[in-house]
């Protein structure tokens, strides 16, 4: 038994060296993975709770009935055709975060945004050909407007 207890420390205090000789040199390495790792770990943890962050934009209002009224009284198709699925993907696309754009450092991941009032526009002339394709810049001033009740 007396003999084990000589033989750890004989061990350890090499390993202890080597683990301090490797770290003194590779400090620069070990900074740099560190740094990116906690640069990517918050970015996911940013994405993950991107809709609570009161930085967004726009906040979806607890009630859409009445906007919802609206679009199919003014705009007509093809809101009169929609069932809930469609309103849920329409508000999805007004309201929520993408992942849009470079990384901020290459390996990173994107940072989720909201779209901007152009690519929503460009988006829904995507799915929606008829009417939006047609819009002016008064048409979508007053369609944003009463989306976004601006």
């Keep these: 038994m007396r003999s ?4 750890i420390p004989k ?3 090499p390993l202890g060296f080597l683990v301090l000789f490797l ?8 900074k740099d993975f560190w740094v990116f790792a906690v640069e990517s770990a918050e970015i996911h943890f940013n994405n993950l ?11 979806r209002p607890v009630s859409l009935i009445e906007t919802e009224t609206e679009l199919k009284l003014y705009i007509g198709e093809p ?4 069932n ?9 696309l007004i ?3 993408f992942l849009r754009g470079a990384p901020p450092r290459e390996g990173l991941p994107n940072k989720m945004r909201q779209l901007t009032l152009d690519e929503i526009a460009s988006e829904l002339m995507k799915r ?6 047609y819009f002016k810049d008064e048409h979508w001033k007053m369609f944003f407007g009463t989306v976004l009740k601006k």
Aim: proline share 4%; charged share 30%.
């Design 11 to 13: 061990v350890l205090l």
């Design 84 to 92: 809930q699925r469609d309103w849920d993907e329409f508000w999805r």
């Design 95 to 97: 309201y929520a975060g």
């Design 79 to 82: 809101f009169r055709n929609f």
């Design 128 to 133: 929606y050909p008829e009417p939006f394709t």
């Design 4 to 7: 084990k207890r000589r033989i």
């Design 49 to 59: 709770f991107y809709q609570a962050d009161s930085e967004t934009e726009r906040h």
């Design 23 to 30: 770290t003194v040199k590779y400090q620069q390495t070990l």
